[in-house]
C-alpha cells in the first residue's frame, strides 16, 4: 500500500509540468499502466512523462522518438523499494528536448538520426555512444562508465559535467565545442582516459584521481587538479600538443571520506574538505571537481542516490476511522525534496 500511495502522490506532483504521466513497472508486486518501454512509448504524446520503477529485472529496451520526460527512481534510491531501473534506450529522429532522470542507463544515439538537445542527468551510464549528427548534448550528475564519442560529431556543442567518470572516455573527435568541466575522474588502473584521441576540447575544473589525463590532442586544460597518477609522464599536464593554465599538478585534493578508488561506491563522499586545495579554485571561482560549477553534483547531505529533482514522500498515514458521507478525511504526509 506504501508504495502504491507514494507513486501516486508523486504522480500528482509532476502532473502539472507534464502533460500526461504514464507508469511503466515489470514488477508484478508495482502495479503500473504497462510492464514495457516500448508499449508506454507508443501511447504517449510529445511533452509527456513516462515514470519507470526500480525493479529487481532489467527492463526490455527501446527506441525513443519523441519529445518525452523519463524519469526513474535513482541509481541509488533510498525509498523502500531501493531497485533501480536498468534499461537500454536508443535515440532516434525525434526525440530532440528530451530529458532523462535518474536511470541506470545504456544509451545509444543512431548514426543517422537527429537527436538534439538532449539532457541527460542523476543516471548511472554503463555506455553511452554519440553519432555524428547530434547536438547541444548535456551530460550531467551522472556515474559513468563508459563514454563514446563518434568521429563525426565535429561540429555542434556537448556538455560533459559534473559526473563521476570511472571508465573509458573515447572521443575520436575534433571538436572545439566539446566542454569537459567538473568532473572526477577516478579509477585503480592506469587506463587512459582519453581514447583514440580527443582534439580540441575544453577540459577544466576537473579532478584526475588515481588515473592518467592521457590521450588528449591540441586540448586546453584549465584549472584541473591531478592527484596519486600513475604514469608520471602524464603527472603534468598540459603535455604534448595540449596547452593550458591554473592547472594544480600531484595535490591530495583531500576528500571528506574515501574508502578507495569506485566511483560506484555510494559511501565514498567526494565532497571536498575546507581545507582542499581544490576549494574554490576552479576557473569560475567555484570547486574544483563535480562539487563545483553550475550544476554540483552533491546538494544533499549523505550518499549520491541519483533521485530525481522532485519531492519525495517518505511518510504517509491515513487513519483507520472512515469519514462520514460527505465529511473530510485526514491525511498526514511527511516528505522532503530531492533537488
Not at 85 to 112: D, H, P, R
Not at 143 to 153: D, P
Not at 246 to 267: A, E, H, R
Not at 297 to 306: A, E, F, K, Q, S
Request: with cysteine; glycine share 8%; hydrophobic share 35%.
Amino acid at each position: 500500500m506504501k508504495h502504491i500511495l507514494y507513486a501516486a502522490f508523486t504522480f500528482l506532483l509532476i502532473s502539472n509540468a507534464h502533460s500526461t504521466v504514464w507508469t511503466v513497472s515489470n514488477d508484478l508486486n508495482r502495479r503500473a499502466q504497462f510492464t514495457d518501454f516500448t508499449l508506454a512509448h507508443a501511447a504517449a504524446s510529445i511533452n509527456d512523462t513516462i515514470y519507470i520503477y526500480g525493479s529487481a529485472t532489467t527492463y526490455s529496451g527501446g527506441t525513443l522518438s519523441k519529445r518525452l520526460v523519463i524519469i526513474g527512481p535513482g541509481y541509488n534510491p533510498t525509498s523502500s523499494n531501493r531497485n533501480n531501473a536498468y534499461i537500454s534506450i536508443s535515440f532516434a529522429t525525434g526525440s530532440s528536448n528530451s530529458i532523462i532522470y535518474g536511470l541506470v542507463l545504456s544509451a545509444y544515439c543512431e548514426a543517422a538520426s537527429t537527436a538534439n538537445n538532449i539532457r541527460i542527468t542523476r543516471c548511472n551510464l554503463p555506455s553511452l555512444t554519440l553519432y555524428n549528427s547530434n547536438g547541444n548534448w548535456i551530460i550531467e550528475n551522472c556515474i559513468i562508465n563508459s563514454l563514446t564519442i563518434s568521429q563525426g560529431y565535429t561540429s555542434t556543442p556537448l556538455s560533459i559535467r559534473n559526473n563521476i567518470i570511472t571508465g573509458s572516455f573515447f572521443g575520436n573527435t575534433s571538436n572545439n565545442l566539446i566542454t569537459i568541466q567538473n568532473n572526477l575522474f577516478v579509477n585503480t588502473g592506469t587506463t587512459f582516459f582519453f581514447y583514440s584521441p580527443i582534439k580540441r576540447a575544453t577540459i577544466k575544473n576537473n579532478i584526475f584521481y588515481g588515473t592518467n589525463p592521457g590521450g588528449a590532442d591540441s586540448c586546453f586544460f584549465l584549472n584541473n587538479l591531478t592527484w596519486d597518477i600513475p604514469i608520471t609522464s602524464q603527472q603534468t599536464i598540459p603535455y604534448g600538443s595540449n596547452t593550458g593554465t591554473g592547472n594544480i599538478i600531484i595535490s591530495n585534493p583531500l576528500f571528506v571520506n574515501v574508502m578507495n578508488k569506485s566511483g560506484q561506491d555510494f559511501f565514498n563522499d567526494f565532497r571536498l574538505s575546507t581545507t582542499s586545495p581544490a576549494k574554490n579554485k576552479g576557473s569560475d571561482g567555484t570547486d574544483i571537481g563535480p562539487t563545483g560549477g553550475a550544476s554540483p553534483l552533491y546538494t544533499t547531505t549523505g550518499p549520491l542516490t541519483g533521485m530525481p529533482p522532485i519531492p519525495s514522500i517518505t511518510e504517509m498515514y491515513l487513519p483507520v476511522n472512515a469519514a462520514p458521507q460527505g465529511g473530510n478525511i485526514q491525511l498526514f504526509i511527511r516528505g522532503k525534496r530531492n533537488n
